[in-house]
């Protein structure tokens, strides 16, 4: 990639049922709920006004219906892509925490402490990270110069990050998890390769289309 910056946004979907009630996700396919909808629209709005140049999604239907907002809004094909789902979880997944605590403590207990492969099926932090990772920066170089959406889900958007920006294993950490529907901006040129711009950017906190990283004050 070269010339002007790349701006990649990696953006969340909206709210579940199950986000509302707290269960882990992984690959379960639970679509956005009415929240869900309208904090999209919100969203679409103010990404639109980006003027992204191509959208990808992870193929889960809360990802999917996430993205078809901006994609109506712009006019833009949605491409899904498997390897932005979010981490698969095992026999976590369907299960509250104090459920997983119950039924499986030492696993449980590892992956509070950030174990990246605690067991029980989940899968590790660094596969997740690779695969995302890979989807992403294909994406960006796809379109140099330009701005680009990956409509993902939250453990996605952290180890994205830490991967594209070189962080160390547990790097993910020092990021807190992603709100519903709110994104991550990073850039990428030449020069300096990729630099995180923002994060935890939505309608109730929004960034100016125009904004640039690295501005006085």
């Known amino acids: 990639m070269t010339g002007a910056a790349t701006r990649l946004v990696l953006w969340r979907h909206g709210q579940t049922d199950w986000n509302d009630a707290r269960r882990v996700q992984g690959h379960t396919d639970t679509p956005i709920n009415a929240h869900g909808r309208r904090q999209a629209a919100a969203a679409a709005a103010l990404l639109a006004a980006l003027r992204p140049a191509a959208i990808a999604a992870s193929d889960l239907s809360r990802a999917a219906q996430t993205a078809a907002v901006l994609g109506e809004l712009t006019g833009l094909p949605v491409r899904l892509d498997a390897r932005l789902r979010e981490r698969f979880f095992g026999d976590f997944q369907g299960l509250h925490a104090d459920e997983i605590a119950a039924r499986f403590p030492a696993e449980y207990a590892r992956w509070r402490a950030g174990d990246p492969a605690p067991g029980r099926g989940v899968e590790s932090l660094d596969d997740l990270a690779k695969r995302a990772a890979e989807a992403v920066r294909e994406l960006a170089e796809a379109h140099p110069g ?54 935890n950017v939505g309608p109730d906190n929004p960034r100016r289309p125009d904004a640039e990283p690295g501005g006085a004050g």
């Open 146 to 199: 330009q701005t680009v959406v990956a409509t993902c889900h939250g453990g996605t958007v952290r180890q994205c990050c830490a991967a594209l920006l070189g962080w160390p294993p547990d790097g993910h950490r020092s990021l807190r998890g992603l709100a519903n529907c709110h994104w991550a901006e990073l850039q990428y040129d030449r020069e300096r390769g990729w630099q995180l711009a923002a994060y």
